[in-house]
């Protein structure tokens, strides 16, 4: 049997060999989403119910129905083109379906049918009883060995029988002219136990290759496009599938992509994965994926009831009581979801992470820069997963030296320069709201200038949470070096402040139009954030150029923030009272983007602090769902516990669909990663110079609780065990060897009760 109820709490002990060394991972497998129903097989059942698993390469809706079995499946670089909501843009689409058919078994014939996902271990599970036989589908997606490997079993000999076809959907001829933006051709083979699919994609030259494997002790029978399998107690199969994408600099300059065959390494993985077997693969998915997810785990009070009642209940029960079992699971999930659609060397998670059943994914499934992608990577270095970060600067590198020409297009529209010359040295870079995997937009119309500094600040945190000298000299100094020669450029004097010339307040609109000023709250808190991370970064390197300099002089007036008549932070220079200018509850809280995710309004300086409580608290409560996580993030930075959880059960309760995808709706994923980060500023933070243990505890959460993992900048890993609200015990560890400076309630914490704190930090201490 599957889990399920009380005994959920399953020790799982991998041993596998990684690197030569025996690893062994022991994970708690506590937090399962579960289901006594299968998804409904429509695009509403993909979005609210389907189980997302994934392995960064690509993502896969796990359906869980009968007789027919539906495996979606995404790949982040199978892009088109065509209109979605306001503009021509690309467009992410779904990239293959893998069909089965368990003959007769019909959905109500089936008993004790279960469907589910565990967070901790990334393996999906159906199972049931037909007709005195019990049969289980196990799921998962490996990231080492790059496949997706799914097995069943029946407890009859010989009593499994299924088909499998693949799908190739929303076939288009190619055409010319418009017609060339959709084409996409595809063809399936069958040999023996293998199922090929290839796919080309017109308008940025995708080429896809897909290969499914089926190992069974049955009878196959392959026929044209689908493969039977008879008489059979188990049977594996293996899928992979990649394209021919890139990621470097000319394919964003190119549009699309060169010929190349993804077929060598797909039908490489597929082998692996057969020669090494179900087992080994399962126990290397494990120690992979055990190893990232145990790094940090919560314990709410009361969490231990509530696993008997299934995800969907919960989440339609959630706006009228809470439950600390969900709330725990919500946390994971956005850990989950990274873990699943963010790995080396893979595209970062987009707008949908790495799932899409439509033809035009919503947006695109871009990576959207004036809040959504920096969003998805807000939880990636406080909860632990700094690997996951890797794409996300990759994709970055690749993509700055692309943007010099737009930099430069920006400048000349708006009158601002100098304009880099040709043959200038110059590592300047800019963002603009719209990125995708093959082309980007210039900053301007609905944002200013300030995205590149919202993007800068990961790479500020990146480095401040692993404080890695060497790291910071490789991967961040060039990204705030190369946005502060852009910002530079692009700020003018007035009355001894420098101010963004062009300045918007992302999608903030006054009289129907996008409302265009001079050094909005945005644009100049993104600007002094990075003019901090250069400045610090310049000392710790002991670098020094004219960009350096320059930012130096300018540093004290950028007048980040400002205070309005209401008592609030200004969004625009001109505004006397709150919403003097633009909508008055806007989802987007871009004069308070210092507070969380920047460093600029802290308990360091209590006026700007008491200002932005007052911003946030007129912006309101009732939006959209990433827009309520980033709400939550800064109510944790204000230290309002009730509040925050007030937030989750808005967020739980009215944009969380029954499988725990945030809605916007539609379904984007980033409200569930500025969920996950929100509910880790609850219980740490350390943006102000130091760290502050359960900064914004509800009286709810209040109980016997503890955390472990989470990781504070200076290279910090903490762990923290409270009774009543207090902290009992702490330990903290160092990667660094430096000395942790520990507040709660915003005094020095009790030394006498960190327990076990890093031996290097205390001898340190002693002297
Ligand atoms: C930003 C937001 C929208 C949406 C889009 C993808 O423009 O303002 O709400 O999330 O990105």
């Known amino acids: 049997m599957l889990n399920s109820g009380g005994a959920l709490r399953r020790a799982v002990e991998t041993a596998c060999v990684l690197f030569g060394v025996v690893y062994s991972a022991q994970g708690d497998v506590n937090h399962v989403l579960w289901y006594d129903r299968a998804a409904e097989n429509s695009i509403r059942g993909w979005e609210e119910q389907s189980l997302p698993i994934g392995n960064g390469w690509f993502g896969v809706s796990v359906f869980g129905s009968s007789p027919f079995e539906r495996l979606q499946i995404t790949e982040n670089s199978m892009l088109t083109y065509g209109n979605m909501y306001v503009r021509r843009q690309p467009n992410l689409t779904n990239a293959l379906e893998l069909k089965f058919e368990f003959f007769d078994h019909h959905g109500w014939l089936l008993k004790n049918y279960r469907r589910q996902l565990e967070l901790e271990t990334g393996l999906a599970r159906v199972e049931y009883d037909l007709r005195g036989v019990h049969y289980t589908r196990e799921y998962f997606t490996s990231y080492p060995d790059r496949v997706l490997a799914v097995r069943f079993t029946a407890s009859r000999k010989g009593a499994l029988e299924f088909s499998i076809e693949p799908e190739i959907p929303f076939l288009r001829a190619f055409g010319s002219g418009r017609e060339s933006q959709y084409g996409r051709e595809g063809m399936v083979t069958v040999r023996d136990r293998d199922i090929d699919i290839v796919q080309h994609l017109q308008h940025y030259n995708v080429r896809f290759f897909g290969r499914v494997h089926v190992e069974t002790d049955g009878v196959v029978e392959s026929m044209r496009h689908m493969i039977d399998v008879g008489r059979a107690t188990e049977a594996t199969i293996f899928f992979s599938c990649g394209t021919n994408y890139r990621l470097e600099t000319k394919t964003f300059l190119r549009k699309g992509l060169e010929d190349g065959d993804p077929g060598p390494r797909v039908r490489d993985a597929v082998a692996g994965a057969v020669s090494k077997g179900w087992p080994g693969v399962r126990a290397d998915h494990l120690c992979d994926f055990e190893g990232l997810m145990d790094r940090c785990a919560i314990s709410l009070p009361g969490a231990d009831r509530d696993r008997d009642i299934p995800t969907d209940r919960l989440i339609a029960e959630s706006a009228k009581r809470r439950s600390a079992y969900l709330e725990e699971t919500y946390f994971q999930y956005g850990r989950y979801l990274l873990v699943s659609s963010s790995r080396q060397g893979t595209l970062p998670a987009n707008l949908q992470g790495i799932w899409n059943a439509h033809e035009r994914s919503p947006w695109g499934s871009g990576y959207w820069h004036n809040i959504n992608i920096q969003m998805n990577y807000w939880p990636v270095f406080v909860t632990n997963l700094e690997e996951c970060f890797f794409p996300y600067a990759d994709f970055n590198d690749a993509l700055r030296p692309a943007t010099r020409d737009i930099a430069c297009d920006y400048l000349r529209k708006h009158g601002l320069g100098p304009i880099p010359q040709e043959d200038e040295k110059s590592d300047i870079w800019c963002v603009g709201a719209c990125v ?332």
Request: proline letters at 4%.
């Open 436 to 767: 995708f995997p093959y082309e980007f937009n210039i900053p301007g119309g609905s944002s200013g200038p300030g995205m590149g500094g919202l993007t800068s600040r990961l790479f500020a945190d990146w480095w401040e949470f692993s404080g890695d000298k060497k790291l910071l000299r490789e991967r961040c100094w060039p990204v705030f070096h190369g946005v502060a020669d852009f910002f530079l450029r692009c700020v003018r004097e007035h009355d001894g402040k420098w101010l963004s010339e062009f300045s918007a307040s992302p999608e903030q609109m006054q009289n129907g139009s996008y409302y265009h000023t001079v050094g909005c709250a945005f644009d100049q808190q993104m600007i002094w954030e990075n003019a901090k991370a250069l400045l610090a970064a310049a000392d710790v390197l002991g670098t020094n150029d004219a960009v350096v300099a320059e930012v130096r002089r300018q540093f004290d007036h950028y007048a980040p923030a400002e205070i309005g008549e209401s008592g609030q932070i200004k969004e625009f220079r001109e505004e006397k009272r709150y919403g003097d200018i633009g909508e008055y509850h806007h989802r987007h809280l871009s004069q308070l983007v210092g507070l969380y995710p920047g460093t600029l309004i802290s308990s360091r300086t209590p006026d700007l602090l008491a200002a932005a409580k007052v911003s946030l608290t007129e912006r309101g409560d009732q939006s959209t769902g990433w827009a309520l996580a980033h709400r939550l993030n800064c109510w944790a930075r204000l230290g309002d516990g009730e509040h925050c959880l007030g937030l989750i059960r808005n967020m739980l309760g009215s944009r969380t669909y029954s499988n725990l995808w945030d809605a916007h709706p539609p379904f984007q994923i980033d409200g569930n990663f500025g969920a996950t980060s929100g509910i880790a500023e609850m219980l740490l933070q350390s943006h102000a110079g130091y760290i502050e243990l359960l900064p914004a505890l509800p009286e709810d959460w209040a109980g016997n609780g503890s955390f472990r993992g989470l990781r504070a900048r200076g290279g910090f890993e903490v762990d923290c065990e409270w009774r009543n609200g207090l902290p009992i015990r702490v330990r903290i560890g160092n990667r660094r060897g430096g000395l942790p400076d520990v507040r709660f309630r915003g005094k020095l914490f009790d030394r006498s009760i960190l327990d076990g704190c890093d031996r290097v930090a205390r001898s340190k201490e002693m002297k």
